[in-house]
């Protein structure tokens, strides 16, 4: 036996935080994992997560890593639960937030609502100064209205300050000044500056970004610190690290001062543990595939590399243009489709799955807790690719008449019996999702067939052998311990930053050195912040990247730049480089000058991360994990006699095929006829898929 | 899985696929375009049609595209009907409206024939807004054209590209064609890009289910979209509406529209001779403004198709403004179609307040400038459509700072992204606090915008509309607030304008751009009072106006 290494995640959702400990034997590597739930307790979300850790039995003292995950932020802003925030614009320019960009997706809708800026105009002030697109300053900045704005903004009870002045990214120097200038006359207000968030162009989308930060700023920072004082008062001797939106965690202490970049850290660490098992496993090429209650996520990662991006919005669909927050964000797609999603027919008798869920209350109806709506769950028991008998682990009894009931009313507005429309509803929640998954591989040029897809959450070994199949993705692999996978990816996280920042100049030998010289001051700022923060600059992995385009163009093609230094002689390899991944994606290339708009550098520092061990694995049948067979409804393929699988009894080395269920307190995994699965010697399930 | 399967779940995933790949297809041109117009403002559209050019699906971007798709591709089939006219690989193309261009010359729709082995199952094509098409002004726009000659090269529907093969000469007369010949090809390029994204999944789609599945699934498609509009038409009023109005520039239009259970009838025959100047419109893109206020009228939440529009019948004149004879020029097209679509809400709405809004700035604002950037020496061309205010409902104020009716997932440029690419300062953009719009219901906000040029020898183009007849007001609500120009040259005499053609501009001139509010629903008197107080404490209303207006 060797030491024992204490790694704890702590989640706080909408309802419930969640823990989940895992006890490592160093030498070993055998681990021991803990799970516990308590409530969720807004507004003081620190005093769930120590509740948790008490529930849990965990000696703070010992832990030796702690992360965190929260939807606080989220939260906040779709619940309208922020503070108010005065802004102070460049002249000219405080109605951008609400002129926004004056797109209609919903576009023969005439009574479409736009979105209402979270700062009224009376709010919304303006200093002379100007910086121009090259950064240089074109007109002073003039402070000497601020002190009257504040009077006012004290006044009218403003509780954060936010300012954001055109081109800061090239120049934040009257940014800088102003911020200054605030917290010299009003110490005690919050004040967030665009420059320290976002270093990219396009107004609005930065002046929105820095008034929704400032907006979550007091609360999600009070919460924090409570949080710091909280596990140290407790014992807790580490460093608490933050999982950020772009796969990596970061220090509770930088996460307070921008708390924004919290935004997406629950469907990021899901994410960044089907890269890590990816790694693991040795397929570094991977369709991540995150089925909860009521969405589904999805992201690809080539060669172990997620995607960052910085264009992400909330509550932006179809109907409405959204909100958008310039920070980095895992590329990925969510679409309204998950196991509770309501089946509704319309009124010419299409059928449609989700967007709409039934929740937790009342749920499905086959929870009976007076759901009448049929659900994608409904369906997949009816069918019974769920066990009635071991409804949600055998917590529950399944409610067959609800869900009978409320599947017959669809299918009576189909003209369609019960079965079919079961089989309907599943065929269109999973077209629904085979359409998300071709938005994150097809659509950018990535063969999915060249893809392992890894599943997870609630619903993902439910639907994912049919979506795979669908894809003609060849392995399926589904985590060993599917319940507690997110948290496995916290903390099998980095520490990492992404800086992406505007840089325009042409992609030439003569740029060379400039393009170098920008890289490098993005690793120096990097290596001072994280110097600052106890991490020296040898623990530091940097990974640069360009943005590109055609001369002319808009939007960019982000490309690695591998192989040390940016020197003249490169140049035409990054172009080649440039016009190859642009013509995956969009068919063609162009004899046109190539421009770089802007470079993106990744920091990162591992902070001790947990070597997983390999089990011994001997063959065999699975027949000391079966546990029955029923009849399954696998729509398209049929109805077939499936052996059933009880999923703790699965060790490595077992071999089978399908038609089979895999069941699991926590889900259930469908394998279709004709596929073969097999347990990896980490207890992984793996399925490949002949088509 | 090769079995052909007619259930109504299959043709539903089909259908969703489809819209799925004209979304794909409006993505792609939108990342790999030039021109600012395409790739920011959007001004541009997909969709997939069937064999015979009817619109299967349409991707998002502008609703006045959606329209224009299907009268292009049958175009194409009616002048390639021969065999062998038409063979995988191939993309056509055509920007004329007399030619099933529909539009204006800028305009360049790019069709290609989809196949699943041999034969022809849909059509995938897109349309998109051109910087420079040639023709006798830069930007391919001005007021003073007389003829479509002068409005730039006319592509009347021809083949580009056999069986994947760029048609050489045909590529070169186009670039050559251009004043801003790299702009054009790229942008040209993106355009074939995206009709063969989409090519690619209908092939894989049909492959996969079958080619009698996928025809039956758009046929479906399409019928579903007829019933829809036609169990909607049935819940309008019926009868004969009128409406004669008149115009900035002194004409009168008339349009009678009836409705009855099953067909939605406009007739525009009443109408004045075609102009000598631009101000013109092809019969088709009339039917298109038709077809956009019958969708909004009838069923706004689904997505459009050829079904969609079967209810509808257009009466028009040949040789009157709204159904112009080669060889008029239509450059302006976009100003007189909004006019009529607006003549036609107008006429319904005071029949139907629940499903029409009052009047809203209902111009493109067109706003053409050009010159040279002083920091790269490169030439620009701005060509940007303006924000203004929506009109108010019963229960709502309308929208601030938004796109005109024409227009919808169409995104304004930032000004950070303005000086940079053209070189010009953008000194302000904030709302236009002009009186007008006040009711019960407030019109929203139009825009004020300053570019001020930073170089000598640049140009402005525009020609904007609703600037003496601002936007109406319904049920005692005011009329909202004019469109117009102020150029206040470094030097000399500020002018205030509607319209201008290639007017010089120097070194610090300012173009100011003001759009108007949206108008107003029900007497301001009847405001709640809470309302009126956060209106004044916003700036968005004078003391004054509050007192007098709203009585505050």
Redesign the interface.
Known sequence: MGQTVIRAATDVGGTFTDLVCFEIDSETGQSHVRTAKSSTTPPDYEQGVLDVLSRGDVDLAAVGFLAHGTTVVINALTERKGVKVGLIAT??????L?????????????????PKPFV???LRRELPGRI???GQETARLDLDPLPGILDDFRADGVEAVAICF??S?ANSSHEEAAEAEVRRLWPEIPVVSSHSIARE?????RTNTTVLSAYVQPAAERYLHRLRDGLSARGFRGQPYVMQSNCGIDSLESAARVPITMIESGPSSGIWAAAELGRLIGDTNVIALDIGGTTAKCALIENGNVRIVTDYWIERDRKSAGYPVMVPVVDLVEIGNGGGSIAWVD?????HVGPHSAGAVPGPASYGKGGTDATTTDANLWLGRINKDYFCGGETEADMGAAGKAIAEVGAK?GVGADEAA??IV??AN??MV?AL??VS??RGFDPREFTMVAFGGGGGMHSVALAQELGVSKLVIPADASVFSAWGMIMSDLRRDYISTH?MELSEAAAADIENALAATEKTAKAQFGAEGVSPERLAFQRFGKFR??????TTEIELEGGPVVPAGIDAIRERFQAAYER????R?N?PVEMVGIHVTATAEVGRVQMKRREATRSDGAAAVKGVRAVDYA?DGVHEATIYEGPRLAPGMEFSGPAIIEDPGSTVVVHPGNAVRIDGYGNIIIEIRN | MEQTRNDPITLEIIQNSLQAAADEMFAAMRKTAMSSIIYEVLDMGTGILDPKGEIASSGAGIPAFIGVLDKSVKVIIEKFSQPGDVQPGDVFATNDPYYGGVTHLNDIVVMMPVYAGDRLIAWTANIAHHSDVGGMAPGSLTGEAVSIIQEGLRLPAVKIIEQGEPIAPVMDVIRVNSRMPDVLEGDLWAAIASVRIGARRLTALAEKYGTATFAAAIESFMEFGERASLAALAQLPQGLFELTEEQDNGQFYNVKIGISKDRFTVDLRDNPDQLAGPLNASRDGVMVAAQMIFKSLTDPYTPANGGSFRPIELLTREGSVFHAKEPAPLGFYYELELRVYDVMWRCLAKHMPDRLAAGHFASVCGTFIGGIHPDTGRQYTVIEPQLGGWGAAPGADGNTAMFCGFHGETYNCPAEINEARNGLAVDRMELNTAPGGEGKFMGGRGIVMDYRVRSESGFLTAGYTRSKFPAWGVAGGHDGSPNYIEFIPREGERQSFAGVSGLATGKDDVIRVFTGSGGGFGDPRERERSKVEQDLRDGLISGATAREVFGL
């Open positions: 002249e000219g320019f405080r109605d951008t609400e002129i926004a960009r004056g797109n209609r997706p919903d576009f023969f809708n005439l009574h479409y609502v736009k009224p105009r009376y121009s697109y090259l055109l081109h990214y162009w396009r107004e609005y989308e009124e010419f008798g299409k059928l189909l089989r309907g065929r269109i077209n629904n359409n071709k938005l097809l659509n325009l055609y001369q002319n163009q808009e939007h994606e969009y068919t063609y162009l046109a398209l």
